[in-house]
């Protein structure tokens, strides 16, 4: 039997955090979800998640950020960025990342069955 895909989650919106935490539980991944951005990058270990879900709009540090800190630990792991204001950073993502798919960039609020096809798509059975 395969592993669980591991989601490390980093939201500072409570209500947001609570509902992508349980439905990727719902649907047999395991996730560590964090509010605190500082706090994620403190704890964050290589190896350790398939994929970072981490919001743009935090206090201290963007999402863009913090994902460019986490990738000189672990340069393995995959990422998608959340943000209410997709249209706001698409240009900003596409040029810190331009070849990342923009099935990368996930706008809130992102119901259940679209969160797992961008799942689907960002991560690979057996990596």
Do not use: W
């Not at 669980?4 to 955090?17: E, Q, R, T, V, W």
């Not at 350790?48 to 919001?55: E, T």
């Not at 240009?91 to 961008?118: C, H, Q, W, Y």
């Amino acid at each position: 039997m395969p592993r669980k895909k591991s989601i490390l989650l980093i939201d500072p919106a409570p209500a947001a955090s609570y509902m992508i935490t349980m439905i990727l539980k719902l649907n047999n991944f395991d996730v560590m979800p964090y509010s605190d951005p500082e706090l994620a990058f403190s704890d964050f270990q290589k190896g350790v998640y398939d994929l970072i879900l981490v919001d743009l709009e935090m206090k201290g540090i963007n999402g863009f950020e913090l994902y460019k800190r986490m990738r000189q630990i672990d340069d393995k792991v995959s990422v998608c960025f959340m943000t209410v204001l997709r249209e706001k950073h698409l240009n900003e993502f596409k040029s810190s990342f331009p070849t990342f798919p923009s099935t990368r960039l996930v706008e809130k609020p992102v119901g259940a069955e679209d969160l797992l096809e961008i799942l689907r798509l960002n991560l690979v059975d057996g990596e």
